[in-house]
């Protein structure tokens, strides 16, 4: 279907909608799309004052509130068309300290979300979600992968009108947070930049690549289905040493060692998806479970054939992996960095 036919003239609510992927959405909405209104749902009121004077928009509507407290999200649904449910604790180390929060959040809070969106008859809701959630071994992670699960039970709930689906992709580049940021402020500090593991493999993606993974799984998905955006992979080595050169940094790379909770490499698809998964151009579908489908046959057949991926699953080990050069091109073509060497 048609983007533009999906969502002109709805009501959109994105929760979490002050991140940096909220602003650059929301953004995309108003600019590109004749949406009839576009709601923020979130807690923090100083990002929506900001949001709301950096777009001067009388479509643009915010509410304050918490995804984990039901009646709000109940309240804040009526009415609304489109869900795209971005809010989310999302830092590894954080959830490994406070696991009950990221319990609150990610699952509780998706769950309400899930459940106002099917009882106010709610057109359909994209969740997104993380190559943390596929092999989890970290609580943002686990969160993750059991917010994917509710997801795809709810999609099986014949009662609902709502269509339910979702998007999975790795780390987005220079979002609030995020690793190169990160290192850039460690540089402005005149320090080291530490890293856990020089071989340490991410998949990467541009802030615009998730936010058309998205807008994609919205005009295209049906029930049950995950959506992964085609990636390259960068090593933490190969992005902290591209910076060194790029900003001719000279205090150097200091290995700290991997943290609790965080993996070598990340997988966007697991084997086990492998047979359920259908390339589709710039993305992956991966199709949910079906009851009753015999899957031995296609451990016996073999796996991977139709989608052209690897049998253990699409990992940030087996992607395509940028060179060096490759890297510092790839991070020469954010605005931000643009903006740190000027």
Do not use: W
Not at 163 to 176: D, E, L, P
Not at 201 to 211: E, N, Y
Not at 218 to 225: D, F, I, L, V, Y
Request: aromatic share 10%; hydrophobic share 40%.
């Amino acid at each position: 279907m048609d983007t533009k036919e999906t969502i002109n003239n709805k009501t959109i609510m994105v929760t979490g909608g002050t991140g940096s992927f909220g602003n650059c959405f929301v953004e995309r909405l108003l600019r590109d799309f004749n949406s009839k209104e576009v709601i923020v749902f979130s807690r923090d009121e100083k990002k929506q004052l900001d949001m709301r004077n950096r777009f001067e928009d009388d479509r643009l509507k915010f509410i304050i509130g918490d995804v984990r407290e039901k009646d709000v999200v109940y309240r804040a649904m009526k009415g609304v068309d489109l869900v795209f449910h971005a809010a989310a604790l999302k830092q590894v180390p954080t959830g490994e300290f406070f696991p009950i929060e990221m319990i609150r959040t990610n699952i509780l809070g998706a769950y309400n979300v899930i459940n106002a969106a099917a009882d106010n008859n709610v057109k359909k809701v994209v969740v997104l979600s993380t190559d943390k959630a596929v092999y989890p071994i970290n609580v943002m992670g686990m969160t993750k992968a059991l917010m994917e699960r509710l997801m795809i039970a709810d999609s099986r709930n014949k009662r609902n009108k709502t269509i339910f689906c979702g998007t999975r992709y790795g780390n987005v580049m220079y979002t609030r947070g995020s690793v190169i940021p990160f290192f850039i402020q460690l540089i402005k500090k005149n320090r080291p930049l530490t890293i856990t593991d020089s071989g340490m493999t991410r998949f990467m993606l541009f802030l615009k690549d998730s936010i058309d993974l998205v807008l994609y799984a919205m005009a295209n998905g049906e029930n049950g289905e995950i959506f992964v955006k085609k990636a390259p992979v960068a090593t933490v080595g190969n992005i902290a040493q591209s910076l060194i050169e790029l900003f001719d940094y000279k205090k150097g790379i200091e290995e700290m060692g991997i943290r609790p909770g965080e993996k070598m490499h990340e997988t966007l698809i697991s084997r086990e998806e492998l047979f359920r998964t259908k390339d589709v151009g710039d993305f992956y579908k991966v199709s949910p479970e079906v009851p009753g489908v015999d899957y031995r046959k296609y451990y016996f057949e073999g796996i991977g054939g139709k989608n052209g991926l690897p049998e253990e699953g699409y990992k940030s080990s087996n992607a395509k992996r940028l060179s060096l050069e490759e890297t510092k091109e790839m991070l020469l073509s954010l605005d931000e960095v643009k903006e740190e060497l000027s």
